[in-house]
């Protein structure tokens, strides 16, 4: 049974770094793609960025480009999020997910399979 779990979440200042990290355990197939998106409360949940196990392919939501750092550990299957440069709007449940079903492209639309159970980002002085 294919599995999620994240990690790394915590109380960071703004301006700072974190890096979170997501195990997927129970996948026998390399056509998968992970993706990051998060929801802050009272908002709609938001696509961070995703990344194709299969060709690397990477993509960003408009407001992470040049912040967040996707990259992955293939023999590990785990797949990390480096954010650099928080903000306090960057605050929210983090969630990562995995589609098994649309190829070698990512996405970060929410259409996916198998999700984690999120881990808290708190951007605050």
């Known amino acids: 049974q294919l599995q999620v779990v994240e990690s790394g979440g915590g109380l960071v200042q703004p301006g700072g770094s974190l890096r979170l990290s997501c195990v997927v355990s129970?996948?026998?197939?390399?056509?998968?793609?992970v993706a990051w998106l998060r929801q802050a409360p009272g908002k709609e949940r938001e696509g961070v960025a995703c990344?194709?196990?299969?060709?690397?392919?990477?993509y960003y939501g408009d407001s992470m480009k040049g912040r967040f750092t996707i990259s992955r550990d293939n023999a590990k299957k785990v797949v990390y999020l480096q954010m650099d440069s928080l903000k306090p709007e960057d605050t929210a449940v983090y969630s990562c997910?995995?589609?098994?079903?649309?190829?070698?492209?990512?996405?970060?639309?929410?259409?996916?399979?198998?999700w984690g159970q999120g881990t808290q980002v708190t951007v605050s002085s």
């Open positions: 997910a995995v589609d098994t079903s649309r190829g070698y492209q990512c996405y970060i639309d929410g259409g996916h399979d198998y």
């Open positions: 129970g996948l026998t197939s390399e056509y998968y793609s």
């Open positions: 990344i194709s196990n299969a060709n690397g392919y990477t």
